[in-house]
């Protein structure tokens, strides 16, 4: 039987590692980030069914990740962990997209309860929905479960990298992304290499593209891309 997967995002290292083995303990598949880079990334690459979240993060807050989820995974449930216990604190967590909200400090009997409380309601599951899921780009449909771009009867296979890209752009359609935020995104790094492979891999974007006109990847000069679609 796989086990369950769960991606838990916590910035204190000791109370992380107490967590996580105390889930694998109890046969969990758990994957742990130590601050809010590269979650997305995560979520595409290991599947989680569930994600647990604490809310004060490096980088990038658990409020505003789990929105972000919730934008291109509705059906990924979501537990934000918090010292925070004021009303209008709660009533966040659930407005950005959360399906429960635990305060610290927590026993794990209580995160093991709720978590197996909500993949019971969570159904049908997250696998099934992501695995049927397509976007449309103007004249392509792009796959982002099999890694694939579809013009008409033509099929492109995509690197994960480049997958991760197009999932980028397709959340920000018409819209700018700073091109500080893609590194940080896709590689957990905004070094000038992996500046450099960026250039390499929006090129190869490019040219997947170029049968529709309609849409286009705009460097934005110090800044980043806009992404067109018209």
Same mark, same amino acid.
């Given at each position: 039987?796989?086990?369950?997967?769960?991606?838990?995002?916590?910035? $204190?290292?000791?109370?992380?590692?107490?967590?996580?083995?105390?889930?694998?303990?109890?046969?969990?598949?758990?994957?742990?980030?130590? %601050?809010?880079?590269?979650?997305?990334?995560?979520?595409?690459?290991? $599947?989680?069914?569930?994600?647990?979240?604490?809310?004060?993060?490096?980088?990038?807050?658990?409020?505003?990740?789990?929105?972000? !989820?919730?934008?291109?995974?509705?059906?990924?449930?979501?537990?934000?962990?918090?010292?925070?216990?004021?009303?209008?604190?709660?009533?966040?967590?659930? $407005?950005?997209?959360?399906? %429960?909200?635990?305060?610290?400090?927590?026993?794990?009997?209580?995160?093991?309860?709720?978590?197996?409380?909500?993949?019971?309601?969570?159904?049908?599951?997250?696998?099934?929905?992501?695995?049927?899921?397509?976007?449309? !780009?103007?004249?392509?449909?792009?796959?982002?479960?099999?890694?694939?771009?579809?013009?008409?009867?033509?099929?492109?296979?995509?690197?994960?990298?480049?997958?991760?890209?197009?999932?980028?752009?397709?959340?920000?359609?018409?819209?700018?992304?700073?091109?500080?935020?893609?590194?940080?995104?896709?590689?957990?790094?905004?070094?000038?290499?992996?500046?450099?492979?960026?250039?390499?891999?929006?090129?190869?974007?490019?040219?997947?593209?170029?049968?529709?006109?309609? !849409?286009?990847?705009?460097?934005?000069?110090?800044?980043?891309?806009?992404?067109?679609?018209?």
């Amino acid at each position: 039987m796989n086990k369950i997967k769960i991606l838990y995002v916590e910035d $204190e290292p000791y109370l992380g590692k107490i967590v996580k083995e105390s889930l694998e303990s109890r046969d969990f598949n758990v994957k742990m980030l130590l %601050d809010g880079r590269g979650v997305r990334a995560a979520v595409e690459s290991f $599947e989680p069914q569930i994600c647990v979240l604490d809310v004060m993060l490096p980088y990038k807050d658990g409020f505003t990740i789990g929105s972000e !989820l919730r934008q291109t995974y509705p059906q990924l449930p979501i537990i934000y962990l918090t010292a925070k216990n004021q009303q209008k604190d709660i009533l966040k967590g659930f $407005e950005s997209g959360g399906n %429960d909200y635990i305060k610290k400090p927590f026993s794990m009997e209580e995160l093991i309860v709720r978590i197996n409380n909500i993949l019971h309601l969570a159904k049908p599951n997250f696998e099934a929905k992501k695995q049927s899921r397509s976007i449309e !780009l103007g004249q392509y449909i792009f796959y982002p479960k099999k890694f694939e771009l579809h013009f008409g009867d033509q099929i492109k296979k995509l690197s994960n990298r480049e997958a991760q890209l197009f999932h980028i752009f397709c959340n920000n359609k018409n819209t700018s992304v700073k091109r500080k935020d893609i590194l940080l995104e896709v590689w957990d790094d905004d070094s000038i290499y992996n500046s450099r492979n960026l250039d390499v891999y929006i090129t190869k974007l490019r040219v997947y593209l170029k049968k529709d006109p309609s !849409l286009k990847i705009i460097t934005l000069k110090g800044v980043g891309y806009h992404f067109v679609v018209e």
